[in-house]
């Protein structure tokens, strides 16, 4: 007998038609990189893919963030001989929780004697008899014994959760405005799930924002990174900006104009290294600058697609999220961003397009962007 980890992809893999061997491998190469320090060997036994690894725990902790499983099962291979698969699903059952089961029997090899549903009842009379504290219930019971049996017999109970989605690197690529506040490390890690290759842009204000305000944007992406392994960060500095239009703009309009000259700068970095769309963590009617009409008008500043994968969630369910995926602690710390210093006391709700066109006729728009651009820092994270 050996343990092994039987990794379960998202069923949508299987609906790719002749493309399916490009995600699978793109998964397959994805799972090596994440295990690359750790001592693993890949077993294929019909189309199934399991992993021979040297800590099984370390392995579970590392596949359970891989883009495109989900699902991650503890199996003990046997030899496909009814007197091995009873012995080694007795064993199972005395170690799980609880004491109602339910045995499930897929048998992939035809040749192996027996319908799948007479095994089953072999296996959970020969449980019953050596257990007899146990007992069957087939409608909600405790813990399954689960039994698949192709070249091998493969018998598990415990299944990890993993998060799902597809496999990363599947579906072009996006540049994040990543702010260093809750919502915006969410829509990345939503985008990525979808397998969105991830780059960031963080707009820095400095002295206005700090250096641990820097660090913070730092740290944030490389959480993001234990999901997605290595990320692009652009930190673009901000702040001659931002005190033009504070010279020049209408107070009420700071903050849809600096979204509009973020979207522009972020537009041009995209375009020069080849990145498909810009991604923000922008929620419909959020804050003042995230009615419709903003962004509107944001968006009129765009060449490229613009993703809002938080557009219809509400706060709380986004900070659930951040939770889950261990960035929340991180984004609540105290440093404030570019967007959070210079908020106007009665921000424009519902900007018109030709209005904020009219005030941006004060600024030098061309210069100011391609200053910024020009001045921006690459990080690999």
């Not at 939503?190 to 700090?210: D, E």
């Not at 261990?326 to 397009?353: A, M, N, Q």
Request: proline fraction near 3%; glycine fraction near 6%; aromatic fraction near 8%.
């Amino acid at each position: 007998m050996r343990r092994l980890l039987l990794v379960k992809y998202a069923s949508e893999i299987f609906l790719k038609g002749l493309n399916k061997g490009k995600f699978e491998k793109k998964l397959k190469d994805n799972i090596k990189n994440i295990l690359k320090d750790v001592q693993y060997s890949f077993v294929m036994d019909q189309g199934r893919w399991f992993i021979e690894c040297s800590d099984i725990e370390k392995g579970i902790e590392k596949l359970k963030s891989v883009f495109g499983i989900w699902e991650i099962c503890v199996v003990d291979e046997v030899e496909a001989d009814m007197e091995k698969i009873k012995e080694q699903s007795l064993k199972n059952a005395l170690e799980s929780k609880g004491i109602t089961f339910k045995v499930l029997t897929k048998r992939a090899d035809k040749s192996f004697p027996g319908t799948s549903m007479e095994i089953s009842r072999e296996i959970g009379a020969y449980i019953l008899q050596n257990a007899p504290n146990l007992s069957v219930d087939i409608k909600n019971p405790d813990f399954f014994i689960n039994i698949e049996i192709r070249n091998k017999a493969y018998v598990y109970s415990k299944k990890i959760k993993a998060v799902g989605g597809m496999p990363y690197g599947t579906n072009g690529n996006t540049l994040l405005m990543l702010s260093g506040g809750i919502d915006s490390p969410v829509a990345g890690y939503m985008m990525a799930r979808r397998g969105v290759q991830l780059n960031c842009i963080y707009f820095h204000s400095h002295p206005y924002t700090s250096e641990r305000a820097k660090e913070k944007v730092k740290e944030l992406a490389g959480i993001l990174k234990g999901y997605t392994g290595n990320i692009n960060l652009y930190i673009t500095p901000f702040t001659e900006i931002q005190m033009q239009i504070i010279e020049k703009c209408r107070k009420d309009e700071l903050t849809i104009i600096m979204r509009r000259f973020m979207m522009r700068i972020a537009c041009i970095i995209a375009d020069k290294y080849n990145i498909n769309s810009v991604t923000t963590g922008e929620s419909i009617g959020q804050v003042a600058s995230q009615t419709m009409e903003g962004l509107v008008v944001s968006n009129q500043a765009a060449d490229r697609p613009v993703f809002r994968p938080l557009i219809a969630m509400d706060k709380i369910d986004i900070m659930e999220v951040a939770r889950e995926i261990g960035t929340y602690e991180t984004s609540i710390l105290p440093y404030e961003d570019c967007c959070t210093i210079f908020v106007p006391k009665h921000p424009k709700t519902k900007p018109r397009l030709q209005e904020i066109i009219k005030s941006e006729e004060n600024l030098d728009i061309d210069v100011l962007v391609e200053e910024a651009v020009c001045d921006t820092e690459f990080l690999s994270i």
